[in-house]
């Protein structure tokens, strides 16, 4: 039976009404009617080739929420009409030594979303069952969508590199994935402090539970801040003072990299070496990470701000998310 969606036919193209036949539904896949999906800024990455491996036509959409509509003969533990969401994978080789140990996401056979695969910007989704994640009861279909990327981008390293309460944190940037990391590490217990450019978004980041504020331009406030942080997560796509942000760390802190700057690091090994800091990356995660952030969510109130768009209304949405005005994530609904 066809898909419905809505694809880009060329790099930053509109979105076209589309039709595709996905053949037979595999052993071990789950089709999901999608009745959420939200935008991601990897999906106009995505329909405007900036990454340089999308294939067209394009349906993008790897923030999806909906009901599973049928499933493959050898699937278990799923059941038709059942809320799952599915994120940025859809399938994995199941047997290499990352998928045998419960860590999918670096399966060097990884599945994409929207990747040579299309994706929720349509009536139903296919993926691989192990990644059609089920949603607790007390978590809106809404709001879980954006934390299918945006959340867990940001709760997984706090997940790998043991953040607790005690662990003095900090968020750079106040955007989409920012808003939603200062509040995961506010219900972990954490003192958090917010970074941006301007106090512009102060008030609006102690509501999201941000304990303090640091503001980088034109003042010395970072400065200040030297020795302060266990732990800074970046989630902007900006080239920033790095080497500030290095000297914030407290001995053995970290700087993690969600967002992408514009241009390569340019860091000074000295500044990591004495006291055995270090900078890394983080990346959305496994789908029992996800089901973890998903439960954390529903537990403590974690709540994305989204703007709320009708699925065919799916051009107008794009262009709220390319103006980068909305506050802070768009959902599209069936």
């Given at each position: 039976?066809p898909?419905?969606?809505?694809a880009?036919?060329?790099?930053?193209?509109?979105?076209?009404?589309?039709?595709?036949?996905?053949g037979p539904?595999?052993?071990?896949e789950?089709?999901v009617k999608?009745t959420?999906c939200?935008?991601?800024?990897?999906?106009?990455a995505?329909?405007?080739?900036?990454?340089?491996?999308?294939?067209y036509p394009?349906?993008?959409g790897?923030?999806?929420?909906g009901?599973?509509a049928?499933?493959?003969?050898?699937v278990?533990g799923?059941?038709?009409?059942?809320?799952?969401?599915i994120?940025?994978q859809?399938?994995?080789?199941?047997?290499c030594e990352y998928c045998?140990?419960?860590h999918?996401?670096?399966?060097?056979?990884e599945?994409?979303?929207?990747v040579?695969?299309?994706?929720?910007?349509?009536?139903r989704?296919?993926a691989?069952?192990t990644?059609?994640?089920p949603?607790?009861?007390g978590l809106?279909?809404?709001?879980a969508?954006?934390?299918?990327c945006a959340g867990?981008t940001?709760f997984t390293?706090?997940?790998h590199?043991g953040?607790t309460?005690?662990?003095r944190?900090a968020?750079v940037?106040i955007?989409g994935?920012?808003?939603?990391?200062?509040?995961?590490?506010?219900k972990?217990?954490?003192?958090v402090?917010a970074?941006?450019?301007?106090?512009?978004k102060?008030?609006e980041?102690r509501s999201?539970?941000?304990?303090?504020?640091?503001?980088?331009?034109?003042?010395d406030?970072l400065?200040?801040a030297?020795?302060?942080?266990?732990f800074?997560?970046?989630t902007?796509p900006?080239?920033?003072?790095?080497?500030?942000?290095?000297?914030a760390?407290?001995?053995r802190?970290?700087?993690v990299?969600v967002?992408?700057?514009?241009?390569?690091l340019k860091?000074s090994?000295f500044?990591?070496?004495g006291h055995?800091?270090?900078?890394?990356?983080g990346?959305?995660?496994?789908p029992a990470e996800i089901?973890?952030m998903f439960?954390?969510?529903?537990?403590h109130?974690?709540?994305?701000q989204?703007e709320?768009f009708?699925?065919?209304?799916?051009?107008?949405?794009?262009?709220?998310?390319?103006?980068?005005k909305?506050?802070?994530?768009?959902?599209l609904?069936?």
């Amino acid at each position: 039976m066809p898909i419905q969606a809505y694809a880009a036919k060329a790099p930053k193209g509109r979105l076209e009404s589309f039709s595709y036949e996905p053949g037979p539904l595999g052993a071990l896949e789950v089709e999901v009617k999608v009745t959420h999906c939200g935008i991601c800024h990897s999906d106009q990455a995505m329909i405007d080739n900036d990454w340089q491996f999308s294939a067209y036509p394009l349906v993008p959409g790897h923030e999806v929420v909906g009901t599973i509509a049928a499933v493959g003969a050898q699937v278990t533990g799923l059941k038709i009409g059942q809320r799952v969401g599915i994120g940025w994978q859809c399938g994995s080789c199941r047997e290499c030594e990352y998928c045998r140990s419960g860590h999918e996401a670096y399966c060097a056979q990884e599945r994409d979303t929207i990747v040579h695969h299309h994706g929720g910007f349509g009536e139903r989704v296919r993926a691989d069952a192990t990644f059609a994640i089920p949603l607790p009861e007390g978590l809106d279909s809404a709001q879980a969508a954006p934390l299918l990327c945006a959340g867990t981008t940001v709760f997984t390293p706090m997940l790998h590199h043991g953040v607790t309460g005690n662990t003095r944190t900090a968020v750079v940037g106040i955007g989409g994935l920012g808003h939603l990391a200062v509040q995961f590490l506010a219900k972990l217990g954490c003192e958090v402090t917010a970074i941006s450019t301007s106090h512009n978004k102060d008030d609006e980041a102690r509501s999201f539970g941000a304990a303090h504020f640091i503001a980088t331009k034109g003042t010395d406030e970072l400065q200040k801040a030297a020795g302060s942080f266990d732990f800074i997560i970046s989630t902007v796509p900006a080239d920033l003072a790095w080497n500030d942000f290095i000297n914030a760390l407290r001995p053995r802190g970290k700087l993690v990299f969600v967002g992408v700057p514009e241009s390569d690091l340019k860091l000074s090994a000295f500044s990591l070496i004495g006291h055995e800091k270090s900078v890394v990356g983080g990346r959305t995660g496994s789908p029992a990470e996800i089901a973890t952030m998903f439960a954390f969510a529903a537990r403590h109130g974690v709540k994305a701000q989204i703007e709320k768009f009708a699925m065919k209304d799916i051009n107008a949405a794009m262009d709220r998310v390319r103006t980068g005005k909305m506050r802070y994530r768009v959902v599209l609904e069936a």
